[in-house]
């Protein structure tokens, strides 16, 4: 039994579990989410506002497993929020029967369509006004979702095991509901089962009543508000065992209460001892334990992995080793009670705010068993790029694939660097509490982290949240010997497509024995840095060695041709070619030392694109231009011989007969002839009597862009840069 609890130390850290483990542990079952089979009507119904304010829901629900059949009746309390409401959409299946809809006992009429209840109210109500009916169904539920209801066997004598699992749009498949996660209502289950079976729900248990027909009722109530997709049910023969957990915040102790195979009792035991000293950890650092009023405890069920169900986890059968090989995933089912229970997704396109907090909870876990090495191994275990779609919108990627789960957890790793430990610890502590049983959305937990840090987030949240992509980074470093000590120069560069990440970066000296790290902003596509001055020369460098940062990251040889230790623009500019530079141009000059044409801090070939508009004015080499008619003409300029090899002319021979007097070059009121040549000495020269002038304008040598308009109108373009 290794490492099952806080305080276990800092041993060598056992393995973390790898991207594929995780994978299948997610995925063996339910396969990619089926999210694309909610109706149209369903996901209508999803957008705000909801025409109810569901107050409370009363389910009776009779499981008969000999049928695979249950039998239920829903009483719905709902406040109006739409005017004059006269009609309500109600959730269930068209699979499952309605045997009455009854206001007191008046029978209202509905009709039924894609999974849908169109109930027809008994007069218009008002906002405000409490509705209050109940709707009797009954039926097998439909097979779906992630088995939103099954009906199974377990164990050498096939017993029953009947449970739920209704994420994210699948309530309705057994019990009629309002089915949006921001409707959050009080729920009282009432949960009729075979004597021989134990009926196990959300909230605390407050009566089990033996019925004369030989079945018993297990009567669940929860005091606090529930999402529809957490309610749940898990029915079996189960054996139980539990403890308590002592309040980190003082209190009564807590019940925590596990139902499991009777043949895998003893491993479960072994496996879920690990709860406990969770709780007491996951307590003390987001905040007490939201449901401490009532229970928390796992019931097992046929699934490959977990889910997170009110004050309930369903836990999946083939989790249970006696091994405690998958604490990673009660850390994960229990996190989600404080990120997704109690602060609820506010819509499902924003399920990171569930899974990518309970993935990075599984890394602070880890972290407090094995230390920040234990931590940045675990990390690696997120990195499943390449990841699909935003984080803020999966949008055509899966709702629940890897993206959520693990950039999620990277991007909260990486905000606690880029706000601290303090304040990302105290943030995480405000956005429990100050959205507690209700529904936050993803700038709602910008602005906490905002206003606890006192950092402006924005750019953090738009290029990792709302954005795709990691940063690449080129980076290398030289040093120089300076009077104060040695000086460190870094040069970082950022070649991944779209917008530069703004993040701290931490950049470690290594002398000999010693080391000093310092944090770097890096806010550019190339920057350098000269680092605090150490006592002796560096011996290496590393570039976040403690990995803070989702990325990718090369080195590169900085030159230093004047070998003063500094790589700057005086090694090798303005004529001296160094290989060692890059020359995405190919004009012989490191691009360091290029011009920025186009201002985008990236001396680079695209700054020979003609795209910036003053490449396309008169060379400001030409000093003069001498027109005259008949055979003489003159043209006399100044190249720049700093400009380089690489520059190229072109010379426009132009009807003079528009020619607008002393316009000079470049007037409009040349009417180009079409004589477009590249070099002056191609230019062919006029016939005797002809009336002509010559334009002369800098030309771009690659590129691309417009180079103008040629003598018959079409585009002029320019070459392809090498
Ligand atoms: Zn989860």
Redesign the pocket.
């Known amino acids: 039994m290794a490492a099952t609890g806080a305080g276990a130390g800092k041993a060598s850290p056992r393995r973390p579990p790898t991207v594929e483990e995780r994978r299948k542990v997610r995925f063996d079952e339910r396969g990619p989410s089926a999210g694309a089979a909610a109706s149209a009507l369903q996901l209508a119904m999803l957008a705000p506002p909801g025409p109810v304010d569901v107050q409370r829901y009363t389910i009776d629900l009779k499981v008969i497993p000999s049928l695979t059949r249950l039998e239920g009746t829903v009483r719905i309390q709902a406040r109006v929020v739409s005017a004059g409401l006269a009609t309500l959409d109600v959730g269930l299946y068209d699979n499952m029967a309605i045997v009455s809809i009854l206001k007191g006992a008046t029978p209202l009429g509905f009709a039924r369509t894609a999974n849908m209840i169109h109930i027809t109210l008994d007069r218009a109500y008002a906002t405000g006004e409490m509705l209050d009916f109940s709707i009797s169904y009954a039926g097998t539920p439909a097979a779906t979702g992630f088995g939103a209801f099954t009906f199974r066997t377990h164990g050498p004598t096939a017993q029953p095991i009947i449970s739920s699992l209704s994420e994210d749009v699948y309530a309705p498949v057994w019990w009629p509901c309002i089915d949006r996660p921001d409707d959050k209502a009080i729920v009282d289950m009432n949960l009729n089962v075979p004597s021989s079976l134990t009926g196990v729900s959300n909230g605390t248990l407050a009566a089990t009543i033996n019925n004369p027909d030989g079945t018993k009722t297990f009567q669940w109530r929860s005091a606090y508000p529930i999402s529809t997709y957490l309610v749940s049910v898990a029915v079996s023969n189960y054996a139980t065992f539990g403890s308590t957990y002592t309040p980190v915040t003082g209190g009564a102790p807590m019940p925590v209460q596990h139902w499991v195979y009777p043949e895998h009792l003893a491993a479960a035991q072994v496996d879920l001892s690990v709860t406990v000293p969770q709780l007491t950890f996951f307590s003390g650092l987001f905040g007490e334990y939201p449901f401490v009023n009532e229970k928390y405890g796992h019931a097992i069920f046929p699934f490959g992995g977990g889910m997170?169900h009110q004050t309930a986890t369903s836990y999946g059968s083939n989790l249970i080793k006696g091994t405690n090989q998958y604490d990673w995933i009660v850390a994960?089912e229990l996190a989600?009670q404080w990120w997704g229970d109690s602060v609820t997704l506010g819509d499902w396109k924003q399920t990171w705010l569930?899974?990518g907090f309970?993935s990075y909870s599984e890394a602070l876990w880890w972290e407090h068993l094995y230390g920040a090495a234990g931590l940045q191994t675990y990390m690696t275990s997120f990195d499943s790029r390449p990841f699909c779609g935003t984080l803020a919108d999966p949008g055509t990627c899966d709702t629940f694939g890897h993206t959520v789960y693990d950039k999620g957890a990277w991007v909260l790793h990486m905000l606690r660097h880029v706000v601290g430990d303090t304040a990302f610890f105290q943030g995480l502590r405000n956005y429990a509490f100050d959205y507690a049983y209700s529904n936050a959305t993803t700038p709602d937990f910008k602005a906490v982290m905002e206003s606890t840090s006192g950092l402006a987030l924005t750019s953090f949240f738009n290029r990792w949240v709302y954005q795709q992509g990691e940063p690449s980074y080129r980076w290398g470093w030289t040093a120089a010997s300076t009077p104060a000590g040695w000086v460190t120069h870094v040069r970082i560069e950022q070649t991944q497509p779209g917008a530069p990440f703004e993040m701290p970066i931490d950049l470690r000296v290594v002398t000999g024995a010693a080391s000093a790290t310092t944090t770097v902003w890096n806010t550019a596509v190339n920057q350098d840095f000269a680092l605090p001055p150490t006592a002796s020369a560096p011996t290496s460098v590393q570039l976040d060695p403690q990995g803070w940062v989702l990325k990718s990251a090369i080195t590169m040889t900085l030159s230093d041709g004047d070998a003063d230790g500094v790589p700057d623009s005086a090694d090798n500019c303005p004529a001296g070619f160094n290989p060692a530079q890059e020359d995405l141009d190919g004009d012989m000059l490191g691009d360091a030392c290029d011009p920025d044409i186009d201002g985008d801090q990236r001396p680079n070939g695209s700054d020979c694109a003609p795209a910036d508009p003053s490449a396309q004015d008169p060379p400001t080499e030409v000093t003069g231009l001498q027109v005259s008619g008949g055979a003489v003409c003159s043209l006399v300029w100044d190249p720049d011989p700093a400009q380089g090899a690489g520059l190229l002319f072109e010379v426009l021979r132009v009807d003079a007969s528009s020619l607008v007097p002393n316009a000079g070059v470049g007037s409009a009121g040349c009417r180009e002839l079409g004589l477009d040549v590249p070099l002056f000495a191609e230019v062919s020269q006029p016939s005797a009597g002809d009336a002509f002038c010559f334009l002369v304008r800098k030309r771009n040598a690659c590129g691309p862009g417009s180079l103008g308009l040629g003598s018959d109108g079409s585009q002029r373009t320019s070459t392809a840069c090498p």
Do not use: W
């Open positions: 997170e994960h989600h569930n899974e309970a």
